[in-house]
């Protein structure tokens, strides 16, 4: 009997233990959460334009920011800002208008300055190249001009592109609604990982799937504008591409079908044309890591050669040298 007492006292403290780990986790995580709630959520604005009326923004577009630093910067997407006056609402309620000091069509960024009597928060940022698929992430904006707002999720998956080859994106299952745009999104420990962009779905709502832009990028595309006003990453042209499988002498390459492509810029000029196909660039494959990675090198001075086929006509190598590499103004 003594026997059977001890082991059922045993087996009852063994689950009490359990239990008590497993809430102490939980809470632990929630506790986590709030915490980097907290610390991010002052750093993050209300953006409304509009024709003149400051508090206004029925008038205008609205969406969310990002402070950048301590001397007013603030990072913003592009597609919010419309009319001729711009507004910040920090999160105490105070207004400020704000001035366009540079934007970048390519990525969607826009960086707003204001001069603000108040203490400014800007956001710790962390290294994007560090997030992995399933790390925990908070999506913190304005979704409906509702007020700023706090969602979670995680990470869905990197690199995500749909043709820009200037561009990739997180993927998250964190709700983005509208007026989410240009809003943070950060990591537990309260960091930014992303700007807010994109909402993919048919209504302009959320249903599962958003997009932000990754921190690293958005620093580089910040410091620029800050510093030079525009943008001087290396730009051949404004396209996009789709990833292609083809058979070809009994053997499958990839390749990067052109799907779109502006009539003008050095790809243009060139003759590269839609339904074009690229297979080699710089003598490597035509996939698109080896794409966005011939633009970044380009910028350092080397040269971009791409072997392209143009339906069913031969091959056609093409070179584009540093020198005939435009700059994004």
Same mark, same amino acid.
């Given at each position: 009997?003594?026997?059977?007492? =001890?082991?059922?006292?045993?087996?009852?403290?063994?689950?009490?233990? =359990?239990?008590? $780990?497993?809430?102490?986790? !939980?809470?632990?995580?929630?506790?986590?959460? %709030?915490? $980097?709630?907290?610390?991010? /959520?002052?750093?993050?604005?209300?953006?409304?334009?509009?024709?003149?009326?400051?508090?206004?923004?029925?008038?205008?577009?609205?969406?969310?920011? @990002?402070?950048?630093?301590?001397?007013?910067?603030?990072?913003? +997407?592009?597609?919010?800002?419309?009319?001729?006056?711009?507004? %910040?609402?920090?999160?105490?309620?105070?207004?400020?208008?704000?001035?366009?000091?540079? /934007?970048?069509?390519?990525?969607?960024?826009?960086?707003?300055?204001?001069?603000?009597?108040?203490?400014?928060?800007?956001?710790?940022?962390?290294?994007?190249?560090?997030?992995?698929?399933?790390?925990?992430?908070?999506? !913190?904006?304005?979704?409906?001009?509702?007020?700023?707002?706090?969602?979670?999720? !995680?990470?869905?998956?990197?690199?995500?592109?749909?043709?820009?080859?200037?561009?990739?994106?997180?993927?998250?299952?964190?709700?983005?609604?509208?007026?989410?745009?240009?809003?943070?999104?950060?990591?537990? +420990?309260?960091?930014?990982?992303?700007?807010?962009?994109?909402?993919?779905?048919?209504?302009?709502?959320?249903?599962?799937?958003?997009?932000?832009?990754?921190?690293?990028?958005?620093?580089?595309?910040?410091?620029?504008?800050?510093?030079?006003?525009?943008?001087?990453?290396?730009?051949?042209?404004?396209?996009? @591409?789709?990833?292609?499988? %083809?058979?070809?002498?009994?053997?499958?390459?990839?390749?990067?079908?052109?799907?779109? !492509?502006?009539?003008?810029?050095?790809?243009?000029?060139?003759?590269?044309?839609?339904?074009?196909?690229?297979?080699?660039?710089?003598?490597?494959?035509?996939?698109?890591?080896?794409?966005?990675?011939?633009?970044?090198?380009?910028?350092?001075?080397?040269? /971009? $050669?791409?072997?392209?086929?143009?339906?069913?006509?031969?091959?056609?190598?093409?070179?584009?040298?540093?020198?005939? =590499?435009?700059?994004? +103004?």
């Amino acid at each position: 009997m003594k026997l059977f007492q =001890t082991y059922a006292l045993n087996y009852i403290l063994v689950i009490l233990l =359990t239990f008590a $780990a497993t809430w102490y986790f !939980i809470s632990n995580d929630k506790n986590k959460l %709030v915490t $980097a709630s907290e610390k991010s /959520i002052e750093s993050v604005v209300t953006i409304s334009s509009n024709n003149g009326q400051l508090n206004s923004i029925k008038s205008g577009g609205i969406g969310s920011g @990002v402070i950048f630093s301590k001397d007013g910067y603030i990072v913003t +997407n592009l597609h919010i800002l419309s009319g001729n006056a711009i507004n %910040v609402r920090l999160n105490n309620g105070k207004n400020y208008a704000a001035s366009v000091i540079g /934007i970048d069509d390519n990525t969607d960024i826009a960086v707003l300055k204001i001069t603000s009597s108040d203490k400014l928060n800007p956001i710790n940022i962390a290294d994007s190249e560090n997030i992995k698929i399933g790390d925990r992430v908070l999506a !913190i904006g304005n979704p409906y001009a509702i007020g700023i707002s706090v969602s979670n999720g !995680i990470i869905s998956a990197t690199g995500r592109d749909y043709g820009n080859p200037y561009l990739q994106l997180i993927q998250t299952d964190a709700a983005i609604n509208p007026g989410n745009s240009g809003g943070a999104l950060i990591n537990e +420990n309260g960091n930014l990982v992303g700007i807010n962009s994109k909402i993919f779905s048919k209504t302009g709502a959320y249903q599962g799937i958003g997009f932000a832009i990754p921190s690293n990028l958005v620093v580089q595309i910040v410091s620029e504008l800050i510093q030079y006003g525009k943008i001087r990453t290396t730009w051949i042209g404004n396209f996009r @591409v789709a990833r292609v499988r %083809v058979n070809l002498e009994n053997k499958i390459i990839n390749g990067l079908r052109i799907v779109e !492509i502006e009539s003008f810029g050095p790809l243009y000029e060139k003759g590269v044309r839609t339904n074009d196909i690229i297979f080699e660039i710089n003598d490597e494959e035509g996939t698109w890591s080896n794409l966005t990675k011939s633009l970044r090198f380009a910028g350092l001075g080397n040269d /971009i $050669a791409l072997k392209l086929s143009s339906g069913d006509k031969d091959f056609k190598v093409i070179k584009i040298t540093s020198d005939q =590499t435009k700059r994004i +103004n």
